[in-house]
């Protein structure tokens, strides 16, 4: 009796290994058939001996590039019934391939699409149709696009449908979405908040000049007329106060330039920039004469700029170089403009020039060439060179707002450069002709 149990157990492990080698081998077939590695199959049948069976050699690479492809691909038949699908869409729902394939197509829409997808099929007969509905995945619907078109099969004609999931691009949709709203609100605060600034730095200017005018002309007055009484330590502290309220007017009225600066937008037109040197030189002219400065201008181009804001730019830069000049050798400013020859048929709006001004004065050390164009930032002891520590903030703002850029190259004690890089033309922005 053991023999025979044991016997019958060896029979049914072989069987069931005939069986797990025929399915692999059906497996492997149709593999084979979807991917299109074949095209003709020779079955041994027990009464009418071998049989060739063939597949369409011309459907090979149709079969291929289906089987292949990221969407979803089904056909169908007049009753909607899913007669082909790649293995793909049986993903994309979540089922068996062999479980898609015989089930209407209507069974993965969900049922606020129906109506939509009914409308769809009836169309894709007559017309190629693209249309946006959901697809059940387990019960869940993910978004996705239909392309659908009709396919001349011998059997008839066939509805083909190619399903894209569009999930991806929906949710980069609501993510640019998300951040636009966001962005709209932060640009609402930021508005919001430089009205407040410069609200706050125009009042507080107007409202800081009062008081300091009026410490200036006490001060003065008090030093005017008791310079005779009063001890030498009394005149030197009167002398500061006077010295402090002249600096602190003019970081004042430097603050509230800069703040202007927020709102004068546009308002560009073509000048000459040596005119515009020319007239900072002329304003100049006498600080010029008493420091012995020589100026050497080479040829300025014409270009769209807000002409008192550049020639604020040149004020700036030129009153730099007059004040920080060395006194071993006399001052020498060169002014100098490249159009350049990256510019030869290139795009007229995207046409540069580079303008150097540079100076044998003082210099500073590299390391600051940065810093220099923070606010308030000073290399420099204030008693020994008057100033706000605005003046490159102010240059710096106004050429980004022309679009340009400044740079600055220094050795300490050799001098200093300044590059400014301005388009020729201002595209696209308020210009006045």
């Known amino acids: 009796m053991i023999m025979s149990n044991v016997k019958t157990y060896d029979e049914l492990l072989r069987e069931n290994q005939e069986l797990q080698a025929r399915l692999e081998e059906a497996t492997e077939t149709i593999t084979a058939i979807r991917t299109g590695q074949i095209d003709a199959l020779v079955v041994n049948d027990s009464e009418q001996g071998l049989q060739l069976y063939t597949l369409k050699t011309a459907d090979q690479t149709y079969r291929v590039f289906i089987e292949k492809m990221n969407e979803g691909a089904v056909t169908l038949n007049e009753e909607g019934i899913v007669v082909y699908s790649n293995s793909m869409f049986a993903s994309m729902v979540g089922a068996p391939l062999s479980t898609v394939v015989g089930t209407p197509f209507n069974l993965f829409v969900p049922d606020d699409c129906m109506a939509l997808y009914q409308e769809t099929f009836l169309k894709g007969w007559t017309e190629d149709v693209k249309m946006e509905i959901s697809i059940l995945r387990n019960s869940n619907p993910i978004p996705c696009q239909l392309s659908v078109t009709t396919l001349e099969l011998d059997e008839g004609k066939s509805l083909s449908i190619i399903i894209t999931d569009l999930t991806f691009q929906k949710n980069i949709q609501y993510l640019l979405k998300e951040n636009n709203q966001r962005l709209k609100q932060i640009n609402a605060e930021l508005e919001a908040s430089n ?124 009153s730099n170089s007059i004040k920080f000049s060395g006194k071993e050798q006399p001052p020498v400013i060169k002014i100098s403009c490249d159009t350049g020859s990256d510019n030869q048929g290139a795009d007229e709006s995207k046409a540069t020039c580079s303008i150097v001004i540079s100076d044998n004065g003082i210099g500073f050390d590299k390391a600051y060439q940065e810093r220099i164009f923070n606010l308030f930032e000073r290399l420099n002891s204030k008693d020994q060179y008057e100033g706000s520590g605005i003046g490159l903030s102010i240059t710096k703002k106004i050429l980004e707002k022309h679009r340009g850029t400044i740079s600055a190259q220094s050795i300490e004690g050799q001098g200093a450069s300044f590059t400014i890089t301005l388009p020729l033309r201002q595209r696209g922005m308020k210009t006045l002709n």
């Open 195 to 318: 009205y407040d600034l410069q609200q706050f730095a125009s009042i507080a200017s107007h409202d800081l000049q009062e008081p300091l005018r009026k410490i200036l002309i006490f001060s003065t007055m008090v030093k005017n007329r008791h310079a005779g009484e009063l001890p030498a330590e009394s005149q030197q502290h009167l002398d500061k106060i006077i010295s402090s309220c002249l600096r602190m007017r003019t970081m004042v009225s430097d603050i509230l330039n800069y703040s202007r600066l927020s709102t004068h937008d546009g308002n560009f037109k073509l000048v000459n920039l040596g005119e515009i040197v020319q007239e900072v030189l002329e304003d100049y002219e006498i600080l010029l004469s008493e420091k012995n400065v020589q100026v050497v201008v080479s040829d300025m181009p014409e270009i769209e700029v807000n002409r008192s804001q550049i020639k604020q730019v040149f004020q700036n830069l030129i």
